[in-house]
């Protein structure tokens, strides 16, 4: 399985974006999504994760309230709504796969590739 994140851009402060990744085979419902982002200079962090089967959801306490993660099953994709974005949310955006229910990048083990997410003032 391989996963493939799209839905990166320019946007303005205040904006929206929706991020996609979708897998080119099955997830199976044990496993947990997540996106991550990079901005430079710094570690990977954790943004928000979804349990497959479940649907629960966590969110890094500074996207809570404007971004959302949601998956579809059917089409084997994770999505993230991101509203409200800030300039400070301007970071490569990954999305990964794992079977911990863990907010740690040390317990995905599957990536996309990334899609860069650029907020201007």
């Known amino acids: 399985v391989q996963l493939q994140a799209s839905g990166g851009g320019l946007v303005q402060a205040g904006g929206s974006l929706r991020l996609s990744c979708a897998a080119s085979?099955?997830?199976?419902?044990?496993?947990?999504a997540g996106w991550f982002r990079q901005a430079p200079g710094k570690e990977r962090d954790f943004v928000a994760i979804v349990r497959w089967s479940r649907g629960s959801t966590i969110y890094a306490d500074s996207v809570k309230g404007r971004f959302t993660i949601s998956r579809d099953s059917a089409e084997h994709t994770v999505y993230l709504q991101m509203n409200s974005l800030k300039p400070e949310n301007t970071a490569v955006y990954y999305c990964a796969k794992g079977v911990h229910w863990s907010t740690s990048t040390r317990d995905y083990n599957l990536w996309g590739q990334g899609t860069l997410v650029t907020v201007s003032s």
């Open positions: 085979g099955r997830i199976y419902s044990s496993s947990v």
